[in-house]
């Protein structure tokens, strides 16, 4: 069973047809979304209505919460606010309610999929205090549970646990251990913020408990133009160059 993972597409229609295509070539049983379809750039009907027809399980992010107008965007920084504010007014009905239709967490198996954190959509998985805090909700909800999927930092990570402590390892292909528990964010779709521009993405073999990590390239440059044309703030498209 391969199952390929997504996170935070943030409506960039140009990164997120790009990744669909490589998963493609790479093959995959199930496509898996951990949130943050809309929200910054220029295109979330478009990256909403992909998801909805395309059968690709996904759970709500922090920004498609505020853009179905389910919360208001009150911890987000002005440029968020502004880009998930024009979101909203730009989703049809039809987008909005699939959005709110969404669970915030999945469980499939052994493997189980957040935006945030777990129980959390909006806290992010930063420190080594965070990590122990999930991975101790991760064996809380149920001890057949191994690996977590998570998105939210837009930055790529691979934590493990394993006789009590918790490792920072190596954002890069790898084995699983079948006696530890782990934390996996496939970096961003639509938005990376690592450094390095390309969509980010990755697909977990079960039978082989293998993680691989891809990176494709994609016309960042129309996504830009749709940014500027929309009135969105500038700063949205020239982030997408320096992947910050
Ligand atoms: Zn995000």
Redo the contacts with the bound molecule.
């Keep these: 069973m391969r199952t390929a993972v997504i ?2 597409i ?1 409506s960039n229609l140009e990164a997120l047809q790009a990744v669909l295509a490589r998963i493609e070539d790479l093959g995959a049983d199930e496509i898996v979304c951990l ?2 379809i809309v ?2 750039n220029a295109n979330p009907n478009e990256c909403v209505d992909i998801i909805r027809s395309g059968n690709i399980k996904c759970v709500l ?3 498609d919460v505020c853009a179905a107008d389910l919360e208001e965007p009150d911890g987000f920084n002005p440029i968020a606010r502004r880009a998930v504010l024009w979101t909203r007014a730009e989703l049809t009905d039809e987008n909005k309610l699939f959005l709110r239709s969404l669970p915030r967490e999945l469980r499939v198996k052994d493997l189980f999929f957040f935006h945030g954190s777990i129980h959390d959509t909006n806290r992010y998985i930063l420190y080594m205090s965070d990590a122990v805090d999930n991975f101790a909700l991760l064996a809380g909800i149920g001890k057949l549970l191994r690996i977590g999927f998570f ?2 930092t ?1 930055v790529r990570a691979v934590l493990s646990h394993s006789r009590g402590a918790v490792f920072v390892e190596l954002s890069s292909d790898q084995w699983l251990a079948e006696e530890n528990r782990y934390l996996i964010n496939p970096g ?1 779709v639509g ?1 990376p913020r690592d450094g390095d521009p390309r969509a980010s993405f990755l697909v977990y073999d079960a039978d082989k408990r293998r993680v691989i990590f891809s990176r494709v390239e994609y016309d960042l440059h129309a996504c830009q133009d749709k940014i500027i044309r929309a009135g969105l703030p500038s700063w949205l498209a020239e982030r997408l160059v320096s992947g910050s």
Excluded: T
């Design positions: 996170a935070d943030h949130g943050d929200g910054y992010g922090n920004h998105g939210h837009h961003s938005q």
